[in-house]
């Protein structure tokens, strides 16, 4: 079985600011990570992710998340917060053994403010 | 662009109506998803098919069913809508064979908000 923490439901920056969204994850298996992206009243979109390779991973609007093995966690930070960014984050985890059909995990979510 | 469309945004149900919430993606994906979202839990996934025809329960698949009879469409049935599944559903799609593990993107509808009175 996988799961997902993510620390803080709610987050609040100021413009400009460091956002940094935590995500810690438990699986038995090699995970793949990845965080989305939710607008108001949209879907999710896929802001990055994490399969094999580099544990620094770019994504898109700024956005970069590091898998550290050691810690079990995939952070979200982005070094400059612009208002566009407030919306709601999801760290998810799918399973890297087996046949897991993009199925995905997710974590409770955190609702990112940004403040002029 | 690719586009997975549910039919409802706001729906407003009865206890005890059956309800149909309806997808349609236009990607040819083979799988298909269903999550309910819900402040404070985040999304969590009730069924999801592999195949036409074919399906699989999800996390908390009780009092719900599935259909899928043509690629493009998964459909959630509420065989007697309660208060406790008022919530926000959404609907997802991907391509992944089953010989290669390639976990590429879920792509989500907009959702349809579910009140059930």
């Known amino acids: 079985a996988q799961s997902v923490t993510q620390l803080g439901s709610h987050v609040s920056v100021s413009e400009g600011a460091l956002v940094l969204l935590r995500c810690n994850y438990s699986?038995?298996?090699?995970?793949?990570l990845f965080w989305y992206v939710q607008y108001p009243n949209q879907g999710l979109q896929l802001l990055l992710k994490y399969t094999t390779g580099a544990t620094l991973v770019k994504g898109i609007n700024g956005f970069e998340a590091e898998f550290k093995k050691s810690e079990t966690s995939f952070h979200l930070t982005k070094p400059s917060a612009h208002m566009s960014d407030a919306a709601e984050y999801f760290c998810?985890?799918?399973?890297?053994?087996?046949?897991?059909?993009?199925?995905?995990?997710f974590g409770q979510g955190t609702i990112l403010t940004v403040h002029p | 662009d690719v586009k997975v469309t549910q039919s409802s945004r706001y729906l407003v149900k009865r206890t005890g109506e059956k309800v149909f919430l309806e997808c349609v993606q236009d990607m040819d994906h083979e799988n298909m998803f269903w999550y309910r979202q819900d402040p404070g839990l985040g999304l969590r996934l009730i069924y999801f098919?592999?195949?036409?025809?074919?399906?699989e329960k999800g996390d908390i698949p009780e009092g719900y069913s599935v259909s899928r009879e043509k690629k493009e469409r998964f459909s959630l049935i509420l065989e007697s809508a309660s208060t406790n599944q008022t919530s926000m559903y959404l609907c997802a799609s991907s391509y992944e064979t089953r010989a290669i593990m390639t976990n590429e993107k879920l792509f989500f509808g907009s959702g349809t908000q579910l009140s059930v009175l």
């Open positions: 098919s592999y195949d036409v025809k074919m399906k």
């Open positions: 699986s038995s298996v090699p995970p793949y």
């Open positions: 998810a985890v799918a399973s890297s053994g087996g046949t897991s059909y993009g199925k995905l995990t």
